[in-house]
């Protein structure tokens, strides 16, 4: 692990961007719901799309970080396979959302599957990666946490900060998509039809 420890700062934290903007997703979906108000579905389906983006990222540092750790770029590990199913999960959750043309339908169908979609991605990259025995993900299974690596301080210091970063420009680049959507949802809301 040695040097490449410092790729921490950058692929942990994408995950936990992606984690925080799925949360908002099905926390919007959920009052989509309740309201059918289709400004929960906008802010929903923007973060999920983010944090899309986000997951596929830290697919990519992964795969970087395993080939230096483990010489390949990708393993059998449960945490890693995991986090692909997760990440194909919304990725399925994007194209249905694509393949429906009636706005309420889109909304309603999206909103249940993120909502079911949501648990399972926990399931799959966290929970049973921790119950695999025989993962090299460092924290899964039996395999020591970065506590055992060169974590230092000065380390700590920079990936605390790296976490907010990432999480708060995850956020400002969903909200930049969900204004925009709004406006355009706005401008539609007041057309009259000729």
């Known amino acids: 692990m040695d040097e490449t420890v410092r790729n921490l700062n950058y692929h942990v934290p994408m995950w936990f961007t992606m984690i925080a903007l ?7 979906s959920i009052k989509y719901l309740k309201t059918f108000d289709m400004r929960y579905d906008i802010i929903a389906s923007k973060c999920a799309g983010v944090g899309v983006v986000f997951g596929l990222m830290g697919l990519a540092t992964g795969s970087v970080w395993a080939r230096f750790s483990w010489g390949d770029w990708w393993t059998t590990d449960a945490k890693l396979n995991g986090a692909a199913i997760g990440v194909l999960m919304y990725l399925a959750y994007l194209i249905l959302r694509n393949s429906l043309e009636d706005a309420s339908k889109k909304a309603r169908v999206s909103s249940v599957y993120s909502i079911f979609a949501f648990p399972l991605f926990i399931v799959f990259a966290w929970v ?67």
């Open 22 to 28: 799925l949360s908002v997703s099905v926390a919007n």
């Open 128 to 194: 049973l990666p921790k119950m695999a025995a025989n993962s090299m993900h460092p924290g899964s299974g039996d395999t020591v946490g970065f506590n055992k690596y060169p974590l230092n301080n000065n380390l700590r210091m920079t990936f605390y900060p790296a976490v907010m970063g990432w999480i708060a420009m995850g956020w400002w680049l969903a909200t930049l998509l969900i204004r925009n959507e709004f406006l355009i949802h706005d401008k539609q809301s007041n057309e009259i039809p000729d």
